[in-house]
């Protein structure tokens, strides 16, 4: 019962932020990018925040229970991609856009804006889904089962979407510091106690090197393929993390989003490798449980779905009850904040790119019409959830929907002077059919229990992979439709 008070007070200290900050918000810039005034350490925190989400807490850390420190992979893709758009974070607030897909619009045309924005639409309701999914599950562990997985992830849905309904980015910056701060200090308190507690670090590795010496092997036994598979999607998502470039937007000048990106490269790093080492350490403390693993068969094929709990399972289950508070509710807040954020620029795209541009919507009318598209895209995240069976295959997926897609043409956009407008929207639309076919294949085959081989690839085709052949052909059709389409002088807003 004391969990569930204590997931209660805080969701209503957050409740209690939305309220008061949606008393500033007056014009659609306040709404959208926060008025264009985020400080250093509000954007920093913030993008951290927003980057380090369920598909962290869940799935990041199931795939290091299963793994072991090779789940380090699939984080360090984000790592290279925070340390590559610190080069352009400086561009893009000088450009100062709502959007991702308004720099496409400026480089190429109106179709590769629509495309861009049809699929990030499609990709944030399901990232925006998973946190609905996340949810569910941690008020079913502080529950013990009360409260049903699929009734939880309801309850999340309602309050995501209430409190995105408040006062957009403003409400959701200023909750992101107060979420960052109790993210930080749950991990790194419970991380070292759980040490201390069991024996120490040498006690616990040794414990896993006895019984699955694979889970400390840097490759996790598994061969340099999959660990490109595992880098891909997070490497290209970051690149074309379309909320990021939103708060980019938010910053008060050019110079504080690029110092902003830095911070954010610290936090994530020291957040995501005291996640995976909390999962392993989990591992070491539950490898005998028979719950973690298909039919209880202990040593055979570990259960993707519980072992994605397993954070949440350590301060529920293992932690002394202060410590173990204070991480659920840093799970809490790391639900929150990835859902408001990706929830509310789902509906940014959607209101600026799809709408406005039809209906002339005036700036006082459209922060109106945001909170309907709002409720509105809440709703069909929540009917994605069902479509799925764990949060890793819907990162995987979503991650490769829209780094496939966008990021080839989106770097382009200011690297590359030769692309063209037919070879940008060409790569975007073979990045997203490719992800769409892939999928839809899979969907098949696993419903007919059915395999099949083309040009050496088995299907269906892990999720592990499924980035590859995605940015293949999305670099594919940039490069040579671009090669055999006339220049074009686009480009010099974005190299000037």
Not at 389 to 416: D, K, R, V
Request: net charge positive; proline share 2%; with cysteine.
């Amino acid at each position: 019962m004391i969990f569930i008070i204590s997931v209660v007070i805080y969701l209503s200290v957050l409740l209690g932020v939305g309220f008061y900050k949606s008393k500033f918000v007056k014009t659609g810039d306040d709404f959208v990018v926060a008025g264009r005034q985020a400080s250093f350490w509000m954007l920093a925190g913030s993008l951290v925040c927003t980057w380090i989400g369920s598909g962290s807490l869940f799935g990041s850390a199931g795939l290091a229970f299963k793994s072991g420190f090779s789940e380090l992979w699939f984080s360090s893709g984000a790592w290279l991609g925070i340390l590559f758009i610190s080069t352009i974070a400086y561009k893009v607030r000088k450009i100062s856009q709502y959007t991702l897909t308004d720099i496409l619009e400026k480089r190429y045309n109106r179709t590769a804006k629509i495309l861009g924005t049809i699929t990030i639409i499609i990709s944030y309701m399901v990232i925006t889904g998973y946190q609905f999914k996340g949810g569910g599950r941690l008020l079913s562990i502080i529950t013990n089962g009360s409260i049903s997985p699929e009734l939880g992830t309801a309850l999340t849905a309602v309050f995501i979407i209430s409190f995105t309904l408040l006062a957009g980015m403003v409400s959701i910056m200023s909750i992101d510091i107060i979420n960052g701060i109790v993210m930080i200090l749950a991990i790194f308190i419970s991380l070292p106690m759980l040490i201390v507690k069991n024996g120490g670090a040498g006690t616990l590795l040794n414990n896993i090197k006895m019984n699955f010496p694979d889970r400390l092997d840097i490759m996790g036994g598994h061969d340099p393929i999959w660990v490109i598979g595992l880098i891909l999607p997070t490497l290209l998502l970051l690149l074309s993390e379309s909320s990021i470039y939103q708060k980019f937007s938010s910053a008060k000048d050019p110079k504080t989003a690029k110092k902003a990106v830095i911070g954010m490269l610290t936090g994530v790093i020291l957040i995501e490798v005291a996640m995976a080492s909390l999962a392993v350490v989990g591992f070491a403390l539950y490898m005998k449980d028979p719950r973690f693993w298909i039919n209880g068969e202990i040593g055979n094929i570990i259960n993707q779905a519980k072992a994605e709990e397993i954070i949440l399972r350590l301060g529920f289950e293992k932690l002394p009850l202060w410590a173990g508070l204070l991480l659920i509710n840093s799970g809490v807040a790391i639900i929150i904040s990835t859902g408001n954020t990706f929830l509310m620029v789902t509906s940014t795209n959607t209101v600026r790119d799809l709408l406005q541009p039809i209906f002339k919507f005036s700036n006082e009318k459209i922060v109106k019409i945001q909170r309907y598209t709002i409720a509105g895209l809440g709703i069909l995240a929540y009917l994605l959830v069902t479509q799925f069976q764990t949060i890793l295959e819907m990162a995987f997926i979503a991650y490769t929907m829209i780094g496939a897609s966008l990021t080839p043409a989106l770097l382009a956009t200011f690297f590359w002077k030769r692309v063209t407008t037919k070879g940008g929207v060409a790569s975007i639309l073979a990045g997203m059919l490719t992800t769409v076919l892939f999928v839809i294949i899979n969907k098949i085959l696993i419903y007919k229990s059915l395999t099949y081989s083309f040009l050496g690839i088995k299907f269906p085709i892990s999720t592990d992979y499924i980035a590859i052949p995605a940015f293949f052909f999305s670099m594919l059709f940039l490069i040579f439709v671009s090669l055999m389409t006339e220049k074009e002088d686009k480009w010099r807003l974005f190299f000037d």
